[in-house]
């Protein structure tokens, strides 16, 4: 049997392990764009349940400690390999509900459990994934509890078979058989399964290691489990001077006594007074000691592990509040935005469209559920519109969607053009179908080009890229490498366009000056004179060029 503090201790090895293993995750993405890579949002989604799991008693049940992790991770999830990873655990709190303790068959529904939720929840389910790995898993521990009932050898085999899955994830997607890697969110999975195992035989859960502050590609990183790598080996800090006797003993005979009940021991021998300090689980016997020597004063005593549990929680508080963006709003209208952008023109622009609230992320920036979550409570409608705008945060959007009080459609945005393009499609007139369908619709009339870099050397799709070289996507699909910002973007124009298009949008970054954006909007208005050509300066990082094509 598991209790509940084998597995709190286990589930914070596996969160403690895949934030000092991230970086060996990331590494394994093969897409050379820069993006919200895996292990970092592995990372930040499990960091959420950390924080939460570090102020559970060691008294606390399976189902105390499977329901706090669930429901952290659920607003935590960050990119769609976070979502998944949060409804995997979900599993754990399905399964283990009002139990005290889990045995085998507990474990084995908890994995069947949770795939089946993951599974569900991505619309086109692709196979050499994570998805794949918690998948065969699973049915490993089918076969494996019908032959024992011990949990360790049981999720033993889950381990073995997780490797299995994740070392043939090569032969079922080509791009990582081409770039010699293995899927990196089934290798998140695998890392953070592997060192609940260490816990569940008996070893003492993972510690930080030291690392970057920001990551690879300089967001800032949200995993704190360095928040609880104070190591308290006793409990009571003892502190006081004594006024020596006339017959005073050598104090070095009080400092040994010192360290044979604790640590960190002080024993400062002064002409009149001896300074001591102490850690100790025995804080009257220091005092007894001392009173051997002569009269005690400025007697201190102080429980730390008291003092460091406030310390968390009240930097969880800080930390809640810092991140609370929205104030929560009663509906006064029928219907309201919620917009994800990065770069303040592009934030104006969803605002002057009708967006109530703006959430700051997108590629390299996937915001949380809960992030999304604040924004729906703070639109002030009955019915709230979500619009991502990147492929890699709709499913942790239409998560939002279960914890609202008010209804929420998640429409399918996967960028920034097709997100104003929805909001411009938008009838305040007309019924929520009728909105839904018209805006769904005009997603498919955008076509959408990025300017961007390469973020790592790849070879990927026929094309072999060098880390710098400006990228050109084309709907999401690398079109072609250059080397010069302005002619990727005005060749990249002239593939989107053809005599049919009535409207090209060019929305530069930060990253580009307003003479070259100039330039290439004069240079585009040239060439397709009959078509409505704008300059729009968003501000956005990453994109050098987001170009919307209509």
Not at 482 to 511: C, M, P, V
Request: include cysteine; charged fraction near 25%.
């Amino acid at each position: 049997m598991i209790t509940g503090k084998i597995l709190r201790d286990a589930f914070i090895s596996g969160a403690v392990t895949i934030a000092n293993k991230k970086r060996d995750v990331d590494i394994l993405n093969v897409y050379p764009v820069p993006d919200g890579d895996t292990g970092t949002n592995m990372s930040m989604t499990m960091s959420n349940a950390l924080r939460e799991l570090q102020f559970l008693e060691d008294t606390a049940t399976v189902s105390q400690v499977a329901e706090t992790t669930a429901a952290a991770l659920l607003r935590g999830a960050r990119g769609n390999s976070g979502v998944i990873l949060s409804l995997i655990f979900r599993g754990f709190a399905r399964s283990f509900k009002d139990k005290i303790t889990a045995d085998c068959e507990d474990f084995r529904l908890a994995l069947e459990l949770g795939v089946e939720g993951a599974y569900k929840a991505v619309m086109t389910p692709t196979e050499g994934t994570i998805l794949t790995v918690a998948r065969l898993a699973s049915e490993k521990a089918n076969e494996t509890v019908k032959t024992t009932n011990d949990v360790v050898a049981l999720w033993s085999d889950v381990c073995l078979e997780a490797k299995a899955a994740l070392d043939n994830t090569p032969n079922q997607l080509p791009v990582l058989k081409k770039a010699g890697v293995v899927d990196a969110g089934g290798m998140g999975l695998y890392v953070i399964w592997t060192a609940i195992l260490d816990v569940l035989k008996g070893g003492e859960p993972a510690k930080p290691v030291d690392a970057p502050k920001t990551d690879t590609i300089g967001a800032p990183s949200d995993t704190t489990v360095g928040d609880f790598d104070e190591e308290i080996t006793h409990t009571y800090c003892t502190e006081f001077i004594v006024r020596k006797n006339a017959d005073c003993k050598d104090a070095s005979l009080l400092r040994a006594f010192l360290e044979t009940i604790g640590d960190c021991v002080v024993a400062v021998d002064d002409d009149d007074i001896i300074k001591v300090h102490v850690h100790t689980e025995h804080p009257g016997q220091a005092i007894e000691e001392g009173l051997l020597f002569g009269s005690l004063i400025n007697l201190k005593i102080d429980n730390m592990r008291y003092q460091h549990e406030n310390k968390m929680k009240e930097a969880a508080a800080a930390k809640k509040q810092k991140q609370q963006k929205f104030t929560p709003a009663a509906p006064e209208k029928p219907f309201g935005f919620v917009a994800v952008a990065s770069g303040a023109g592009i934030e104006e622009l969803f605002r002057n469209l009708g967006a109530d609230c703006i959430v700051r992320g997108g590629q390299t920036m996937n915001p949380s559920t809960d992030d999304i979550l604040q924004a729906i409570m703070a639109t002030p409608a009955e019915t709230v519109f979500v619009l991502p705008n990147n492929k890699n945060i709709i499913m942790a959007a239409e998560q939002a969607v279960k914890l609202a009080d008010r209804k929420v459609c998640v429409l399918q945005s996967r960028t920034i053009p097709q997100g104003i393009t929805a909001m411009m499609n938008y009838d305040p007139d007309a019924d929520f179908d009728t909105n839904r369908l018209n805006m769904t619709k005009s997603l498919d009339r955008v076509s959408t080009g990025l300017i961007t870099f390469a973020a790592r050397d790849s070879d990927f799709e026929g094309h072999n890229i060098k880390k710098g070289e400006i990228l050109a996507l084309d709907n999401g699909k690398l079109a072609f490498a250059e080397k010069d910002i302005s002619k990727a973007a005005y060749k990249l124009t002239k593939r989107l366009a053809d005599g049919n298009t009535s409207f090209i949008t060019i929305i530069h970054g930060a990253d580009v000056s307003e003479s070259k954006a100039e330039e290439l909007y004069q240079r585009v208005s040239d060439k397709f004179d009959d078509a409505e050509v704008m300059l729009i300066n968003g501000g956005q990082p990453v994109y050098y060029y987001i170009i919307s094509v209509e």
